[in-house]
Every structure is written in C-alpha cells, then in structure tokens.
C-alpha cells in the first residue's frame, strides 16, 4: 500500500518560512515524482513544484518560484518543500502527491495517483 505522511504545517507570520515534509512508503520503483500542490480557501488546488527522485530534478511554478526549494532525504524516504518569505495569500492546505516516473505532466492532478492527507497552513499578517 503506498502512503504518504505529511509533517509540518501550522501558524506562520508573514515573512516567515515554512518546512513541510511528506515520507513515502510502500512505493517501488523508488524513481517517482513528488509533487507539492496548495488549495487555498475557495480555491483550485494548484501545482508549486516538485522532484523526480531519481536524479534530484526539481521544478517550481511561478506562484512560488525563487521562494520555495524542494528537498529530498533518500535514506528517510523523505521530501521535503521549505517557502520562504510568506504571504497570507500563502495560507491554504497543502498536499504532497506521488507518481511513478518523471514529472512529464506534473501541470496536472490526475498525472498523481497517490497524496498525501494535506496540512493546514495559516499565515497571519
């Protein structure tokens, strides 16, 4: 069975950083994508960034380009997703997902069969 348990999370102040981190298991290959996805309240979920484990590739989407670095443990099994220089705009739920494979069509939900349950994420101005 594939899981995925997120950690982190909680109350931010603006201007602040967060570390969240999302630990796989019962995943084979070990070569999957790692996506980080955000709903904010009344919102789509939307696509931030991610990893391809494989090589350690990440990509990011302009919502949180030059403020988010993606990260991974491979001996803990382990992805991590740190965002700087927070916003309230940045409040919202926020998801890991996995798919085997590259991150080829990590634009779309769908590509991710597998998430995480998601942690709250407030930022206070």
């Known amino acids: 069975i594939v899981k995925l348990e997120q950690s982190g999370g909680g109350s931010v102040q603006a201007g602040g950083s967060l570390l969240l981190s999302c630990t796989v298991s019962?995943?084979?290959?070990?070569?999957?994508?790692i996506g980080w996805w955000r709903q904010a309240p009344g919102k789509e979920r939307e696509g931030l960034g991610g990893?391809?484990?494989?090589?350690?590739?990440?990509y990011y989407h302009d919502t949180v380009k030059g403020r988010a670095t993606v990260t991974q443990d491979n001996a803990k099994n382990t992805v991590y997703l740190q965002l700087n220089r927070l916003s309230p705009e940045d409040t919202g739920i926020y998801y890991c997902?996995?798919?085997?494979?590259?991150?080829?069509?990590?634009?779309?939900?769908?590509?991710?069969?597998?998430w995480g349950q998601g942690t709250q994420v407030t930022v206070s101005s």
């Open positions: 997902a996995a798919a085997g494979g590259k991150c080829l069509y990590s634009d779309y939900e769908a590509f991710f069969p597998y």
């Open positions: 019962g995943y084979n290959p070990t070569k999957q994508c």
């Open positions: 990893i391809y484990r494989g090589d350690g590739d990440t």
